[in-house]
């Protein structure tokens, strides 16, 4: 019988396993600004993510310094200047066949704005989860809400809703809409201003890998803000955590080679 309940041990281990070791290896594109990027390191760093800054700046990426490969979720935060500098064709195509090939992407605003009103990042574009618009806000105070969308990941921690202080680049926030098949899971009040609610908070799952996008920035103030901060560490956890039917699928396995060691260790014993 102990060797029974060490083996319902074993497992619980190995399922538990597989979703944190998937979710520690971060890799945020420099924003350029190390003050910007110093933010990110400092919050996922304290939360127990291990983060990589990248040598190239998004706006100079090109795919392979570094490679993608090797990290469970990519930042993208295109915050450095009020235009918000486009990806060179090379490191949008990089990100694309990354999230196609199983990996998780978390994007600001500035993402969806800046394809939306410049063009910019065409390639990159479809994989994005929100409508492009080139509605802003300029509200200072924002406040997210649990959509009836909710997920554990996500809402970890955090109250149904939580008002947070703004950062401005051009604006505040860009208002959301999703795709067909994408999912909001935080609506938002927009600042306050029109056209009404958006939506602050929209993911789905692309190819193989899941992307989720902020209507906000992700700047220094709304990361040093408790409740938006622990809501970006839990979306770098979300994007990266796999799908349930995977999650099953190796838990099974799991299963099965923790009973077959069991089976044996009990045929030997007798």
Not at 135 to 142: D, P, R, T, W, Y
Not at 192 to 199: I, K, Q, R
Not at 245 to 267: D, E, N, P, V, Y
Request: charged residues 10%; negative net charge.
């Amino acid at each position: 019988m102990g060797r029974f309940f060490v083996c319902l041990a074993s497992l619980t281990f190995l399922a538990g396993g597989l979703r944190q070791a998937n979710a520690d290896s971060v890799l945020l594109l420099s924003t350029g600004i190390p003050t910007e990027d110093n933010a990110v390191v400092n919050l996922l760093t304290a939360d127990g993510h291990t983060v990589t800054v990248s040598t190239d700046a998004y706006y100079n990426y090109t795919g392979s310094n570094p490679v993608l490969s090797g990290y469970s979720s990519v930042i993208l935060l295109q915050n450095n200047n009020v235009t918000g500098l486009p990806i060179p064709d090379a490191g949008q195509t990089a990100l694309v066949n990354y999230v196609n090939g199983g990996g998780g992407l978390l994007t600001g605003e500035w993402t969806v704005y800046g394809n939306a009103f410049l063009g910019y990042n065409p390639t990159l574009a479809p994989v994005l989860p929100v409508t492009p618009s080139t509605v802003q806000s300029f509200g200072n105070l924002i406040t997210y809400t649990q959509s009836t969308a909710t997920n554990s990941v996500l809402n970890k921690d955090l109250p149904p809703s939580f008002t947070f202080i703004a950062d401005s680049n051009g604006g505040t926030e860009t208002y959301f809409q999703p795709k067909s098949g994408a999912t909001a899971y935080y609506g938002s009040n927009f600042g306050g201003t029109p056209p009404g609610d958006s939506d602050g908070v929209i993911g789905w799952n692309y190819g193989s890998g899941r992307v989720l996008s902020l209507s906000t920035l992700a700047g220094q103030n709304e990361l040093a803000d408790p409740n938006y901060g622990t809501l970006f560490s839990n979306a770098v956890y979300f994007v990266a955590v796999p799908e349930p039917s995977t999650l099953i699928l190796l838990s099974i396995g799991a299963l099965g080679l923790t009973l077959h060691h069991c089976w044996r260790r009990r045929k030997q014993a007798a």
